[in-house]
């Protein structure tokens, strides 16, 4: 384990998302292999990042993120909620290897379903980017992209507290100009008693993934690729029905894509299809198709660039996306959704100063046409300091449960429309950089639900965050990363706080790499957060957390997590308990 690499890979203030291995080109700021304009809004997290972790979800290793905070109802597998700068899931775009996941009834993607085992990177916008890539990216973008990087063979053995249990392989193989991959995984847990109620109940998981692919080199301009991602399982839950406590759940994505690049060409072509299934039941029966939550999304897009000098560049692209929620058990009034998009941008980059415009049109066919755009400059200056800023719109549409669940939809809600502005400045220096970031997004028409849980338009409503972050190289082996957020969401017509968004947040990261060892020492604070709009604070909490990593040999690697190290009690969601102190300890072996 080379600490030069760690240190690049974890610290490096600042981000690009394009490999120059053309099959490995990655296009989630642009959606085209270009340099960003603002990379303050960019994070990469690394496949050495994870593994230095030895993090047990996505959600809890994305938490560590200046303005990323989440909630989840109890343990690792249970439903989880995402926030980017106070906007939760349902305003975040989620793709794996590009392509669109996420359910049409709820609105939201499971990350916690994806075991980071299976993960190579994960790429994160902060911001608005609907003049992109249209509905839902009104809080930013997360792209999760699989094991096809690395080189080689690892297997990874896994076994911690609750009886917990993990195994997973992958394996990377390239034939000339062909390269394929593939990752298995599976682990399970007894876990714990998530809820305080009546029921006294341990509430388990079991999960199983696959994710597997080929990229072909055409030539020096031209590659194609295939990638699937699968992930299915069972979680145990107590939820407010007596008559459920079991989730089975089989989501999985599949996309093929072109990419050429050429003398100030670039095309990106793809197509894909996910589908995101699960059923709820008695865990004494067997789930029926009476329980389905279905959601199936067939997605086309093609986007171009063009360079028309070394400082002017033109972009042009297109999209369709179909939603079909047919084989739900529900009977929604409406069970398909399909949009079109089509949208142009501007790029413009001269020594210090560079500029970004984009504009997007949209046809729904439920509720009409929508335009976004979105306008971002960055300047900088003599002493490295990069001063950017930045205006976007963006819409969401109500989801199938937002409109028709029995009991709780309104089929009168109309879409939701915002506004950001975002501003950052980073200053860089010899051993490390600054940075901080603001964001103010202001929505007509939110959709939200009331203390009857029936979802209605909030008429205006606000999202204010700041978040400060200092990097700092200490040593040649020792570095540190520290954050501060602020985060003022509130309904403007009452003046109430959103439920469940912390308003302050504090973390800290510690990071030790010397030759064959390395550790992560996290510590963070999270105000406590309305349990509802407005309504009572759920206590604030504190966590430690340690990860560390030994190299036994050139080939293996033996690491151990401890979360929670005090034991300490809390909840992010009412009702429902976060874990106490937990380990995992591990052992891979590459070959």
Known sequence: MKKTILAAALLSPAVVLADTDLSLQTVTATRLPEQVINDSQFITISRAAIELSNAHSLSELLSLEAGIQFTRNGGHLNTTNLYINGLDNKRILVLVNGERVGSGTSGAADLQLIAPSQVERIEIIRGARGALYGADAQAGVINIITRKDSNGSQVELSAGSDSSRGLSFRTNKTVGDTRVYAALQHDRSVGFDVKDDAETDNDGYERYGLSTGVSHRVDSHQNVKLDYQRNQGTSEYDGNSSSDNTTDFVNQALSAGYLYNDNGLSINASAGRAEDNNWSYK????????????????TLNLIGSYELNEHHMLILGGDYLAVD?????????????????????????????????????????????????????SVTAANGGVLSAGHATAYRTPTFNDLYYPGFGNDELVPERSRTWSASYVQPYSSGSVQLNAQRAIFNNQIAYDSSWVARNIGKSSVKAISLTWQQDWTSTLSSKISQDWTDAKNDETGDRLRRISPRSSKGVLYYCSEGFTAQAEALYFEGSPKTDGGERLPSYSLLNLSLNYQVTEAATVGVRVDNLSDREYQTISNYFAPGREWMANVRYDF
């Open 283 to 298: 865990g004494s029966e067997s789930r029926g198709s009476d329980s389905l939550f279905g959601t199936t999304k067939n």
């Open 325 to 377: 929620v047919s084989e739900s058990a529900t009977d929604y009034d409406q069970k398909n959704d399909n949009t079109s998009g089509v949208l142009t941008g501007y790029r413009y980059h001269r020594d210090a100063f560079a500029l970004e415009l984009g504009a997007r049109h949209d046809d729904n066919n439920r509720f009409g046409e929508f335009s976004s755009f979105n306008t971002v400059a």
